[in-house]
């Protein structure tokens, strides 16, 4: 299901966020709530900011893209569209990282 979430309120925000780390594995709840100088690890409420920044801003890109379902005789379309790869936000850094930079 779509979510517009420029329409959510920042609780309902935080209550996204927060549900679609949970399903990922993630616990926002490990990470501090005041500030560790020692070891820079954001609050929770930094982390969540930061995350409500990105989902307002970002995700629209990534969530609208749709592989291609390219026909294979005697093979589902859709279950092929799940081994193409959602873009990059920053490709540059996959490819050094994965070697095919120069390719």
């Given at each position: ?20 780390l949970i399903m990922s594995g993630i616990d ?29 801003a970002t995700p629209e890109a990534i969530n ?23 873009p990059l936000e920053y490709p540059s850094i ?10």
């Open positions: 299901m779509a979510v517009d979430v420029s329409s959510l309120t920042v609780d309902q925000l935080n209550t996204f966020i927060t549900t679609r926002l709840s490990q990470l501090p709530t005041v500030a560790d100088p020692v070891t820079g690890a954001p609050t929770q409420a930094q982390a969540l900011a930061s995350l409500r920044s990105f989902v307002l609208t893209w749709r592989p291609s379902a390219t026909a294979v005789a005697g093979v589902d379309p859709l279950a092929l569209s799940q081994e193409a790869s959602p996959t490819q050094a990282w994965t070697g095919l930079v120069g390719r």
